[in-house]
């Protein structure tokens, strides 16, 4: 089984606006609402690439209903701890006539103590033995930073897999607890280091040194670059794949999703790469934070099988 965990889902509300302009009156030509999170649009995609998953987390305020009844309507299985506060709401601007992306994102609720233990116990209930567990996203206010590295050490003392996509101290703190896998972009690994990490090799060889520390596999997403895919036995970059952008939203947690999907489908380390590239691709091309479907990633499979190499760093 697959557990998705969303500490701080969101209300995704989509406009576009052509030539948005600061400091006037914008008019949104169109408009769209989704359910987010980084855990839960990984649920999404793996729905769609026929993988059931249990998404699990907080939820409150008006909106929870929102999310249960979409989650129902797509199949979703979920187990959210009710909380007193509002679930956050945030707002996405996509200018197709200038190009550009602009998230306006809520901090998200004050989650209470009592609310964080009855989560925990929850948690613990669906880390069994050989699931696969998503740790992504941020925190809501009253959490402690270190709160993924607990889970990640929760989960691998039942002897579930733990995949983590996160940023910051977030991330520091979670990797030194060794999950299985990591999905950092260049930008939340340059901040690990603390140093502006752009070079092909600087980047592998950061991502080795992580490797060696017990973390098996990191897949390092570098935008319209492509990406790097990290393991104990091989090395492969990826070229970026031209595709129309009408939203990154969501690209990074489908890629996500795809590590989860190679894992259950034993592929390659190559043609885990490939499956990944061919995600990030079909999902920029989607409005809001729609999920791909597998028709989709398997019309990119060819090209992106093209763009992607095998590195020969020495080890």
Known sequence: MVITVTLN?????????????LGTVNRASKERFDIGGKG??????????GIESKAI????????????EELDNRGIEHQFVEI????????????????TNTDINEAGPAIKEEELQKFIEIYKENCKKENIIVISGGIPKGISDDIYARLIKIAKERG???????????????????PYAIKPNNHELSLLFNETLEDESKIIEKAIGIQKNGVSKILVSLGSK???????DE?????GLKVEV???????????????????????????????????????????????????????????????RRVDYGN
Not at 40 to 49: A, D, F, R, T
Not at 57 to 67: A, I, N, R
Not at 84 to 99: C, E, F, H, L
């Open 9 to 21: 889902p969101a209300l995704d509300r989509t406009l576009i606006i052509e030539n948005f302009t």
């Open 40 to 49: 839960i649009n990984v649920s999404k995609v793996l729905k769609n690439l």
């Open 57 to 68: 987390g907080f939820l409150g305020g008006m909106v929870k209903s929102v999310f249960l």
């Open 84 to 99: 007193g506060a509002q679930t956050r709401t945030n707002i996405k601007v996509v200018d197709n006539k200038n190009s």
């Open 160 to 178: 579930a897999y733990t995949i983590l996509d996160a940023e910051g101290e977030l991330f520091r703190k979670a990797i030194m607890e060794k």
């Open 226 to 232: 492509g990406a790097i895919y990290v393991t104990d």
């Open 235 to 239: 090395i492969y970059s990826a070229k």
């Open 246 to 308: 009408n939203s990154t939203v969501g690209a990074g947690d489908s890629m996500v999703a795809a590590i989860v999907y190679s894992l259950l489908n034993n592929l390659s380390n190559k043609d885990t790469l490939t499956f990944a590239q061919a995600c990030g691709a079909s999902t920029v091309q989607l409005e809001g934070t729609e999920a791909c479907t597998l028709d989709e990633v398997k019309s990119f499979l060819e090209i992106s099988e093209r763009n992607v």
